[in-house]
């Protein structure tokens, strides 16, 4: 089995809602496994800034779906659940990027890991350290702790949820 690391964002309606599905439907996908789903955090966008606020989640998963294969999973759940790419970096329902894939580092035409940003995005790091601080970045080989140190900045802890099952099935009563 592969490992993997996913994050995911959203800053249109119901943001919660959306990465919830979002969770629901990878942990769903043939071939996937969710292991461990971070707390939620808001961050203040980044690049285009014009922009409700962004809940972010980072996701570890086991599969035996190669790179691309995972793109092609992550791009039909974006799909399913109304991406659309009108803007660079713009408002969207939900975003998932690969940020890791084992300790693998490959470049294609549509797909790179790690991704080229995860090292200058605290609103990836902070959820990525809670999940697992001991990882690091294959290229460099620093601690993705270090990284995540100078970027706190701007990324806020907004819910925490005991296990996969609990993110998916929350309900705000």
Known sequence: MNRAYISLGSNIGNR???????????????????????????TDPVGYVDQDAFLNIVVELETSLTPH?????????????????????????V???????????????NLIIPHPRMTERGFVLIPLVEINPDLREPITNRS??????????GVHLWQTFNGVDAFIHFTDR
């Open 144 to 153: 993705i702790m270090e990284f995540a140190h100078a970027l706190k900045e």
């Open 95 to 109: 975003d998932l990027d690969i940020l890791l894939y084992n300790e693998e580092s490959m470049k294609t035409e």
């Open 69 to 93: 294969e995972l793109l092609q999973t992550c791009n039909e759940i974006e799909a399913e659940l109304g991406r659309t790419r009108e803007i660079h970096w713009g408002p969207r329902t």
């Open 16 to 42: 919660l809602h959306f990465l919830q599905q979002a969770v629901f439907l990878l942990q769903g996908a043939k071939d996937v496994k969710v292991r461990q789903v971070s707390s939620v955090y808001e």
